[in-house]
């Protein structure tokens, strides 16, 4: 990211300030891989038959490795979920809703795939990806 960003910076901040209170340790290590998104590759996973979507953050663009994964988020409905992984790549903390909302677009859109019966890219999905991916 060409920007700074912190934890005082949004959408980080409010993300911080909206987590249920925990241990100094594993608030730290949200704090980090919440950082981590603005520069993560994420990865949208699309269903037009349900409308929902689902979003894998990694670190080097391998989604399908677990050790990589930042976070993940589901969206059914209009009501998002964020969840940020711990290095084990268990879940370690979560925001929901209007909380959720600010994180979506962290990081570089890496791919984009659809998991109904059109599974094919649309040519708008193809400039976005490609234009994204320089």
Do not use: C, Q
């Amino acid at each position: 990211m060409s920007e700074t960003v912190s934890l005082e910076t949004e959408p980080f901040a409010a993300a911080m300030n909206a987590l249920a209170p925990m241990p100094e340790e594993p608030r730290r290590l949200v704090g980090e891989r919440l950082l981590a998104l603005a520069d993560a590759r994420r990865h949208e996973i699309l269903d037009f038959s349900f409308g929902d979507k689902e979003v894998v953050w990694s670190s080097t663009g391998d989604a399908s490795n677990r050790a990589e994964r930042l976070a993940v988020s589901y969206d059914g409905y209009g009501k998002p979920s964020v969840t940020i992984l711990d290095l084990a790549g268990d879940p370690l903390a979560e925001w929901e809703g209007e909380d959720a909302w600010p994180l979506l677009s962290l990081g570089r859109l890496a791919g984009r795939e659809r998991n109904d019966e059109t599974a094919e890219l649309t040519p708008l999905d193809k400039r976005e990806l490609s234009e994204r991916a320089h």
